[in-house]
């Protein structure tokens, strides 16, 4: 019914910037919530940063100054601009979006994950 496909992971060298997007398609009404969570290997799935439909942001604490989230609402796609990248943030990085899609059913999307690797 809804499918969000990611965009833009990659390996870039400690202190480098990469740019993710996650654009979602199918039987969409709307989305409210939409984000980024990450797993490295052997951790759990974590928050990274999430955007509401009017654009207010929440990031977790190991993030904030360096990444930011932002979406296009007309193209249902949200990014994760990535600077000053560390090796820590090596992890598949997840697209989430809660979606509506009839006029009484909403869904938690996930994309498939997109590899950043940081390493020199």
């Known amino acids: 019914q809804v499918q969000l496909v990611e965009s833009g992971g990659g390996l870039v060298q400690p202190g480098g910037s990469l740019r993710l997007s996650c654009a979602a398609s199918g039987r969409i009404f709307s989305i409210y919530t939409m984000g980024w969570y990450r797993q490295a290997p052997g951790k759990q799935r974590e928050l990274v940063a999430t955007?509401?439909?009017?654009?207010?942001?929440n990031y977790a604490d190991s993030v904030k100054g360096r990444f930011t989230i932002s979406r296009d609402n007309a193209k249902n796609t949200v990014y994760l601009q990535m600077n000053s990248l560390k090796p820590e943030d090596t992890a598949v990085y997840y697209c989430n979006a809660e979606v509506r899609f009839s006029p009484t059913n909403t869904l938690d999307a996930w994309g498939q994950g997109t590899l950043v690797t940081v390493s020199s």
């Open positions: 955007i509401t439909s009017g654009g207010s942001t």
